[in-house]
């Protein structure tokens, strides 16, 4: 059964994201995305972000409503550090959408999604090669005298009874047929599978890149960058689910971005020019309010031969959790 918790946390989040250069590059351009949402229930009571050279940021707000800064770093540099301290309280209380939905059905949805372009964006599944594997999903639910709300419990049951959380056997790289074949992953993976079942039936469903903060319960993917689906339910608005670990979100979530995928989320990404390697470190430590604390660190060399110009996008070797 999905568990729903209430509480009023305050957490401490350290993350720290570290591109060491085997020779120098220069004008290093990044888009950071590593400033919680602000929103009822989620309040961001301090931030201090430090990067290599006290670049100037430019902040504004994207497509899907997340803030977002760019900088420059022109100086000849061997390292690049982003460095983010905030203090986040998050206050919701998290209601049970199987009773604060259910007078959603289903075609209130598609009427909404007709006259709401985005909602339409985010009902529209990816093209795989595994669509009858998706299909074969949604006939083994049996969802036909499902409400929505019921359906979209039923497909994170599944995710989580039927895929493996295994990290290390996935990459940013793995496509959504790969994940079906092998069904084994972590976080950002069983999102997208989600997102795709969902999208399959016509539910507006948005990827989101956050953090799960520590709790009692020993969260899959606690004291790291995570990922989980928000799904539109007409009269309740956009509801979280997370798949990884089979509950509707709650305030140990922290959420950072929002998009159709995971690539509209990237914590950071930019180019630099300089034949360089790179490689990726990432850092990230939660703290919780009685003083316990979990971390989390991954280091990818992301290139193996020098080249020119380079993108950098830390989901491209730190994978979400």
């Not at 539910?203 to 004291?223: E, L, Q």
Request: glycine share 6%; charged share 20%.
């Amino acid at each position: 059964m999905l568990l729903i918790q209430c509480a009023m946390p305050t957490f401490k989040i350290h993350h720290l994201t570290q591109y060491h250069y085997d020779r120098p590059v220069r004008e290093s351009t990044n888009q950071i995305k590593i400033f919680p949402a602000t929103y009822n229930g989620q309040e961001t009571t301090r931030h201090k972000l430090t990067i290599t050279g006290e670049p100037f940021i430019n902040r504004f707000t994207d497509y899907w409503g997340n803030e977002v800064g760019w900088f420059t770093l022109s100086a000849s540099h061997r390292e690049l550090l982003i460095d983010s301290h905030v203090m986040v309280k998050t206050s919701n209380t998290v209601l049970n959408p199987l009773v604060t939905s259910r007078l959603t059905d289903w075609d209130i949805i598609r009427h909404e999604v007709a006259g709401d372009l985005r909602l339409l964006d985010l009902s529209r599944p990816e093209v795989i090669s595994g669509e009858d594997k998706i299909k074969t999903i949604v006939r083994e639910l049996q969802h036909t005298r499902d409400t929505p709300a019921v359906f979209i419990q039923r497909c994170s049951e599944y995710i989580f009874d039927h895929f493996n959380y295994q990290k290390g056997i996935t990459t940013v790289e793995t496509t959504l047929d790969e994940i079906l074949e092998h069904q084994s992953g972590v976080c950002q993976d069983f999102a997208h599978v989600l997102l795709q079942i969902l999208r399959s039936e016509g539910i507006p469903a948005r990827y989101v890149s956050g953090y799960i903060c520590p709790n009692k319960d020993g969260a899959r993917g606690a004291g790291a960058t995570h990922a989980w689906v928000e799904v539109w339910l007409p009269g309740s608005g956009w509801m979280g689910i997370d798949p990884t670990n089979n509950s509707w979100v709650s305030d140990q979530h922290v959420s950072l971005a929002v998009g159709r995928h995971f690539t509209d989320c990237s914590p950071a990404k930019g180019t630099f020019k300089g034949p360089a390697n790179q490689e990726l470190s990432v850092f990230l430590s939660v703290s919780y309010e009685d003083g316990s604390k979990v971390e989390d660190s991954n280091t990818v060399q992301m290139t193996k031969e020098p080249v020119f110009i380079q993108r950098l996008d830390v989901e491209e070797g730190a994978q979400q959790q």
